[in-house]
């Protein structure tokens, strides 16, 4: 269960391909190289416990440098590509990293991060020459292809999103067995999604993000071969589907909606026969469109909740969802307890926070002692990501919003992920968010964010069909009393929506607790 197996027993085997530069990556090299990043962690003082920084797009070095420290015993975090210098400077502080590596994608801001980042072990660069930083390829191909001495299991350290404050770092304890040793993840994807040394990959995400990173190393640990996009784009994905023939994939709900939002023409002219098991997760995902993903790919269509914290894993299949619609699925790591404010387990079909109860060491927010103690239950066991949902009588979860995104509107509690779930399926609008803005009299109210299909339509004739819209399918007080216009919302690639950027036009410095 390991890429140097594979290169062993199947060297030439295709371990990934880059879709877009059409550039591939076989199994010996990827074991060759990765043991020669590993040597060169090594060669710059950086042992087991250590830490290491990625700061680049998807591109072919990404997985030599995850299976170098995951052979190596090293704590690897992968950094958004789109982070300022400073949001980057702080990760690197935070995390302790030893080393980074960069790229020419994200040259103009390695510039400016250079001047303000602390000094590290070593510092590499893939693509032209930059002052301060080693040449990646030519550091990398000094080393011996031989593993190292002293090999053992590192892990990712991932950073949260920072969709409602600072990211913070996830660390767990580094395990004590072989390289080659499963891990939970890997035996869930191959129990629940049949991926083998048969199976190809489609990955359309970027690959500093959890799942997509995961997925990608558990495939390989599997013998897979991957196909990566650089970026996403919806008919490019139906392309590569057609042209690579995947048998597996992994979306987020913005990319169906993108997708689904193609001409029937274009969606229709591909051949998706091949896919067996389509994933998705990292964002509640709107009935409409999911109901509308069953009906055109297939009962293919699996989902899971689950958090870059590792505390507990929920999944559902297409038959179990159409059965239970709007559910995320029953728990297959830890056991479910829905909470109130006081921590006090309310009855099935009533909402409150979840809390997933599980064997093992617990998760801990690097450097933020006050935040791992919100994660925690008042009996210091069970663990939350700070969601909001319920249980219905057969043990199915339903998602109702992030506790940080509730309206508080004349003491009435207001989970705005129901009228943005409706009007993400209205054909006029591309993306949405719905916050809370201040109000006088009830302290908040209801206002919807729009991105349209179509900037010319921005207006009010266009605001006060969606608002009618909502009222239509929903009580009046979950309804936005105003719609304002946005040519693009600040949504992360992985699916999620900066709403605190969003909010803070409206809220600024003002005192609420809900920025």
Known sequence: M???????????????????????????QLNDRSNQVAQLFRHHGVNRGDAIAIFMENNAHYFEICWAAQRAGVYFTAISSRLTAPEIDYILRDCGAKIIFTSDYVRDVTIALKAIMPELNAAFHVGDALDGFENYRDARDAQPAEPIADESRGLDMLYSSGTTGRPKGIRRALPDGPIEEADSLLGLVMILYGIDENSIYLSPAPLYHAA????????????????????????????????????????????????????????????????QVAIHAAAPCPIEIKRKMINWWGPVIYEYYAGS???????????????????????????????????????????????????????????????????????????????????????????????????ISG?????????????????????????????????????????????????????????????????????????????????????????????????????SKIV
């Not at 594979?6 to 371990?15: C, F, G, I, W």
């Not at 009580?475 to 949504?491: G, M, N, Q, T």
């Open 411 to 511: 003491g009435v509690n207001i989970y705005p992920q129901e009228a943005e779930n409706l009007l993400i399926d209205h054909p006029k609008v591309a993306d949405v968010a719905v916050i809370g803005v201040p109000n006088e009299d009830f302290g908040e109210e209801v206002k919807a964010v729009v991105q349209p299909m179509d900037w010319d339509q921005a207006g009010d004739e266009l605001a006060l069909e969606l608002i009618e819209y909502c009222k239509q399918h929903l009580s009046a007080i979950k309804c936005p009393r105003s719609v304002d216009f946005d040519k693009e919302l600040p949504r992360h690639p992985t699916g999620k929506l900066y709403k605190r950027l969003v909010r803070d036009r409206y809220w600024g410095k003002m005192d």
């Open 212 to 275: 997509p990173l995961r997925y990608n190393m558990a495939a390989q640990q599997v013998g897979a071969t991957c196909i990566v996009m650089e970026n996403f784009e919806p008919e490019s994905a139906l392309a590569l589907i057609e042209e690579y023939k995947p048998t597996h994939s992994q979306w987020v709900p913005t990319m169906f909606v993108r997708m689904l939002k193609l001409p029937e023409d274009v969606r229709t002219k591909y051949d998706l026969s091949s896919m």
């Open 2 to 28: 390991h890429p140097y197996i594979h290169a062993q027993n199947t060297p030439e085997k295709l371990a990934y391909v880059m879709a877009g530069s059409g550039e591939t990556v076989t199994y010996k």
């Open 309 to 407: 914290e590792g505390n507990g894993f929920c999944a559902i299949n297409s038959e179990q969802w159409l059965a239970h619609e709007g559910s995320v699925g029953t728990p297959l790591l830890g056991v479910i307890h829905i909470c109130d404010d006081e921590g006090n387990e309310v009855p099935v079909g009533e909402a409150g926070t979840i809390f997933f109860e599980t064997e093992g060491p617990l998760f801990e927010y690097y450097n933020d002692d006050a935040k791992t103690a919100d994660s925690r239950h008042s009996n210091g066991v069970w663990t939350t990501l700070g969601d909001v949902g319920r249980l219905d009588e057969d043990g199915f979860l339903y998602l109702t919003d992030r506790k940080a995104f509730m309206i």
